[in-house]
């Protein structure tokens, strides 16, 4: 009983970790869908920036202590990011290349 209680949490603890390609759906119109594009031609393009760097970028926009030109749009696009939702987002944008 005991193993089957402790499957079931694992498993429900997967299904609410957050998807880094579902999150970055909402990064796309502006970003591009492989991060190719320098958004609203104000931005750097984030295709290739290793997940660190992106996760930085997007702590610091959410405290607002990151960022030019896309500084107050972006504190919004990330203000319902956890912390685990901006690493799992860092993470698949690392993958683009």
Known sequence: MKKIALALLVASVGLMAA???ALFKK???C???KAEKKALNKSQVIAG???AKTEAALKGYKAG???GAMK???KGQVASYDDAKIAA???YISTLK
Request: charged share 15%.
């Open 49 to 51: 920036w290793d997940a």
């Open 19 to 21: 998807d880094g390609a």
């Open 31 to 33: 970003h591009g869908a």
């Open 65 to 67: 202590t990151y960022g």
């Open 72 to 74: 107050g749009l972006m």
């Open 27 to 29: 990064c796309q119109s």
């Open 89 to 91: 987002v860092a993470k």
